[in-house]
């Protein structure tokens, strides 16, 4: 399924998001969590999920456009890509080997604490891999940016963002944005790899840390781990999110911080993803790394503030921008 092309803006270069690994998100509250008798939630909201297709929903919200290449499977893949459709998000889809999975976030009333609940989706043989990955980067368009983001699928290895890259080293002046996480970021953090050299790499303090092997206390502990990731070849520019003081990113012997606007916190689902889409697009319009960098910083800073699996609004986002001041480091 594929919903109508619209074209993108002359102001705007082609996004491409790629989820490899969608879900349906279910949201839905109960008065207390406990072990063993029934828990009565209320009725859920439902939601396309996954971390391309996130982005590409945050992209729409302000104003931009974003295609999102979607593997879909079975009754709950058609629903997803009906959601996507009902949101305008043009789809470029691909067929799943199995059903889509579902994801469910439930908040308990009483504390506030919300429990997420996340399935693994069907298993991928590598022929199947092969053709995702080709199929990248034959809806990739040159000069344009691909996005990288969310979970892999079961039975996709660690190089799986290494073989996209190359193959989009085929396709010419493509920038490739990469959000993972896990043994896929471990790789990507060594750099000097097989591959070219991704245009951003993002990801959070809790897995800068992991990575460096080391607490990444202050500012400038996170400033000196994205100077060296980017130094090794790990990506042109790296950024990692500091939570509620914000985000650090390096690139070429730079490096800024960018504040997180001061915000009550509801639900923190879809605020990395927000600030992704809100900095692709920023740098899909032209604008220079930092000033992505705040436009990032202002979407997650407005995720946050929603309930449950809901994105950010664009009048909270337009609101929150002058809170998040950025400064060289």
Known sequence: MSTPSAASSPEQADVLTVTLNPALDLASEVDEVLPGPKLRCTMPAVDPGGGGINVARAIARLDGHARAFVPLG?????????????????????????????????TERATGRQFR????????ERARIDAAVAAVAGAARPG?????????????????PGDIARALGQVG???????????????????HGRHP?????????????????????ERADTAAFARDLVARGAA??????????????????QAWHCTAAPVEVRSAIGAGDSFTGAFVLALARGEGPPEALRRGAAAASAAVTTEATRLFEKEAFRALLPECRLSPM
């Open 236 to 253: 042109r520019i790296v950024i990692v999110a500091r939570g509620a003081d914000g985000s650090v990113m390096a690139a070429e012997g």
């Open 117 to 124: 609940f996340v399935l693994p989706g069907p298993d991928w």
């Open 144 to 160: 344009g940016i691909v996005v990288l983001s969310g979970s892999q699928p079961p039975g996709a290895g660690p190089d799986l």
């Open 173 to 191: 002046e493509v920038r490739l944005v990469i959000d993972t996480s896990g043994a896929p970021l471990r790789v990507l953090a060594r750099g």
């Open 197 to 217: 050299r991704p245009e951003v790499l993002r990801m959070d303090d809790a897995e800068g840390e992991e990575i460096a092997g080391h607490p990444l206390p």
């Open 74 to 106: 079975g009754g709950i893949g058609m629903r997803l890509g009906r959601l996507l459709a009902d949101e305008g998000i043009e789809t470029v889809s691909f067929e799943a080997p199995g059903e889509t999975r579902q994801n469910l976030a439930v």
